[in-house]
């Protein structure tokens, strides 16, 4: 099993920068595609960017391309979301989820139900 706890979240101004870590356990983390989910109040959880087990590929929501970067480090079993230009449309909270990579595509892997272990989820605000 995998457990995920996600830090880093709070407020900040439009345009300004935030960086969310997930930090997880379980010796089989390596071979998981991550990904970072956000939602705000009133709307559906929704698909922001994905790394794949190795670090070699990425996708990105349309909405935050060029702005967010994931990354990862599997020897210190996390995953980063750097965000920059942060705009209010962006408040919500984050959560990072872990699925087997074998199962999902480029399609599914948009799907929060293709994921099988999630994090409790941090807030980002950010105001105008």
């Known amino acids: 099993q995998v457990q995920l706890v996600e830090s880093g979240g709070g407020l900040v101004q439009a345009g300004g920068s935030l960086r969310l870590s997930c930090a997880a356990s379980g010796r089989t983390f390596s071979s998981y595609l991550v990904g970072w989910f956000r939602q705000a109040p009133g709307k559906e959880r929704e698909f922001a960017g994905a790394?794949?087990?190795?670090?070699?590929?990425?996708w990105y929501a349309d909405s935050v391309k060029g702005r967010f970067t994931v990354s990862r480090d599997n020897a210190k079993k996390t995953v980063v979301l750097k965000m920059n230009s942060l705009k209010p449309e962006d408040t919500a909270v984050y959560y990072c989820a872990a699925a087997s990579q074998s199962l999902v595509s480029i399609v599914t892997m948009t799907r929060a139900d293709k994921y099988d272990y999630w994090g409790q989820g941090t807030q980002v605000t950010v105001s105008s």
């Open positions: 790394i794949s087990w190795n670090g070699a590929g990425t």
